[in-house]
């Protein structure tokens, strides 16, 4: 069995009362799992054990991005300054008719590569052509739980295409690959289809991963269509049944808020995105004060930009400080638990993952805390969220196997992906209007 | 005259009607400025001349921080998660209190060296024991704007010992070093202080760096406690008579604009601060529209914890965003302006700096767009706001000097500064509640 020994580290522990973080600690890997954490000096390497030097870096749990859009970084900077109305008709969908499966294969080897520099270690994502961003994930190394997108008006026959994909790819490549049905949403996926979907979730034992309620405007406009709130809305359809990754919920009432506390429900939050088109923020403090898990997440990056946790981590922090007017919430201690365990919960994996503990999966990120901007150290949690950047990711160690070390992808080829990408390039960016996939209303 | 040539770049060149990135362009600078900026190829290296390869990488103006505290780095995560009248009250000024000439100096360095690497080539600051500043400012190479901080309790004598100041230094360091006075606030300086200044100021032929309506609670309090906003109360005190940088002014009423348009003022805008502690948005866009100009700023680290324009570039274009409901606002042409001609004139250099072009002061930077995160690259322009951080910087040149090549710094010692600061961090983290040195209220 492989083990790894990482001398010398501050180690993050967050508990439900504090975030801490302890200084020279040793941490142990025996294959795919962590055997120990101890005071530095107590294990002594052994025989053909891998050995890394951690002195002035912060061993973390693997960042988790629990909504994305992964392969979309092929269009990344396509659709710049415009309405999310505009984004989605002139924009995205338009350009979406380009794609062809091997456009999603590359574009998720080059989201992966800078997930991995950003110390992500696991996608819930939501995509198009999904064996190919399994294939994709199988050879990186991370781990991800895959949702093949669904429209309702491409009928119902999708629900057992994409079933059939999630018992293709469900617990392989070592239980590091899972997979989720993905309705888009309730404004493109009716009741009907929404409640063929449970059932087969349910059938295949697995959960389910939607938009919901993205903006307040859409929440008005369910209300005047249906009367009711998407929230409501993909209850009565039987969607809060299973375990479910709700994207963005940014327009969320207190009555909805109620609604999903009865259910097994994670909320995904991408910041990001929500400042850069204008959605509103989302109420992450009432979410948590009722006992709904909030987990970390970029989107994809046409809105996003980045695929950076670290960012989207910085952003929440920010963002719900300004929403309740006081710099007294979203401390240091809950910013790291929704960084960590709470993401992790959100994922479906809270026993495995989200903690550096003897017994969890072997997930580690080392973040480099002797540049200038951390200097001097006496917050390593605060330098975390709010200096701390992408670049300060020094080695990512997923399931045991180090995925990159000293900054050196060691899964991927960077230069030949991005070569791939970019003879892709003018193909893609071609708009054609009249060919959209589909309509935002 | 020493010359530099860097070869083959992408340039940035921000007009009044577009943000535009030419490719493959060569970059001539010729003693302190730049030369000419022609189409790759034309320009034979001649002997004895610098050359740079920038291929793959973005030549932008230097980056100008327009109001910042630098040297507290010093106390940098010594306050977190409390409200702004607690941050002054039991964290700064207590813990400023310990604060010796020494210790403004390693912080200034430990600063410089953080905006090197970052891209900032100049600085408005506004501290104590300013002397120390600006030896640190003349060591590292990069451009100055300096007031040292004025209390009106501590009595009219300090204009004069703060305008010796400006008297020692304005215009050194081959015209890197500039000075101002810097009254801290009209909630901690009367009128008749003010009005000492602003006489001073005339004397001596320079502007004022000042504190202004940092929220809408202050301009609450200056109405219940004078009859007039802060921005008034300046104006009556003759304030706006001279060319000033106005810092944050986050409360300023519509009225206050119309007042601010009539002067040679600028706003100085540090929105990570303002997300952080929750002081509300600066109506950026309705100043722009009246023509006063903005420039990004960091303010101290102690509340923004980084001392990185690139971060400050993204969080005033997504804040702005989502302060004005839609994504139309704030383009990427407004959010480059801002970064580089509009944030040169409030700091008081319009003519010289905030543009690559023949004859303007040589302060050029580097950024590398060849990582994963920037891929694929239809953009450069997005990028630099959306993608880009502070770790892309590649190489930064002021004045015609290169102050850092490839990521190393080439006029600080960055261990020998950490080290100095380390072995301050016990004794400056001291805090005593009654030794503190002024009171917010």
């Known amino acids: 069995m492989s083990t790894i020994l990482i001398q010398n580290a501050l180690i993050l522990q967050v508990t439900a009362a504090e975030a801490t973080v302890l200084s020279g600690h040793d941490l142990l890997i025996e294959g795919n ?216 919920v940014c327009g969320a009432t207190p009555e909805d808020i109620a609604i999903l506390a009865r259910y097994p429900a994670g909320i995904a939050h991408a910041p990001k995105t929500y400042f850069k088109l204008a959605m509103g923020f989302a109420p992450v403090i009432e979410f948590r004060r009722a006992g709904i898990p909030v987990g970390l997440a970029t989107d994809g990056a046409v809105s996003n930009n980045t695929l950076d946790i670290l960012e989207s981590l910085r952003l929440m922090a920010l963002g719900q400080k300004h929403r309740a007017g006081t710099p007294e919430v979203l401390t240091i201690h809950d910013a790291l638990t929704i960084a ?16 550096l503990a003897a017994g969890k999966l072997a997930d580690v990120v080392l973040v480099d805390l002797r540049g200038a901007h951390h200097q001097p150290l006496y917050r390593p949690a605060a330098s975390l969220i709010y200096q701390a950047r992408a670049g300060d990711v020094h080695t990512v160690i997923v399931d045991g196997q180090i995925l990159m070390r000293d900054h050196q992808l060691l899964t991927l080829d960077k230069a030949e992906i991005i070569d791939h990408v970019r003879q892709r390039m003018a193909r893609l960016s071609q708009r054609v209007p009249a060919a959209r996939i589909q309509t935002y209303q």
């Open 340 to 355: 960590t365990q709470e993401s992790a919960r959100v994922y479906g994996q809270p026993a495995d993952l989200g903690e």
């Open 33 to 248: 799992r962590f055997a120990a954490i101890v005071p530095a000096g107590q294990i002594d390497p052994t025989h053909g054990q891998t050995v890394i030097d951690a002195a002035g870096m912060l061993a973390m749990p693997g960042l988790i991005n629990t909504h994305a859009h992964a392969p979309m970084v092929i269009f990344r900077g396509l659709a710049e300054d415009v309405t999310l109305e505009k984004w989605f008709n002139d924009y995205m969908w338009p350009l979406e008719s380009n794609l062809q499966p091997e456009d999603v294969y590359w574009g998720m080897l080059l989201a992966l590569a800078e997930m991995i520099e950003a110390g992500v270690t696991a996608v819930a994502d939501h995509y198009f052509y999904m064996d190919e961003t399994a294939k994709a994930v199988e050879k990186a190394g991370t781990r991800a739980l895959l949702g093949w997108a669904m429209f309702g008006n491409n009928g119902l026959g999708q629900i057992d295409a994409t079933g059939a994909f999630v018992q293709r790819w469900q617990n392989t490549a070592n239980g590091r690959i899972r997979a989720m049905l993905a309705p888009h949403s309730p404004y493109l996926c009716d009741q009907e289809f929404l409640r063929v979907c449970v059932k087969k979730a349910q059938q295949l034992g697995v959960g389910i991963h939607i938009h919901l309620a993205e903006t307040m405007g859409q929440t008005q406009a369910s209300l005047e269509k249906h009367g009711v709130t998407p929230v409501r809305y993909v209850e009565q359809a039987g969607i809060l049944e299973v375990p479910t990754i709700l994207a963005h």
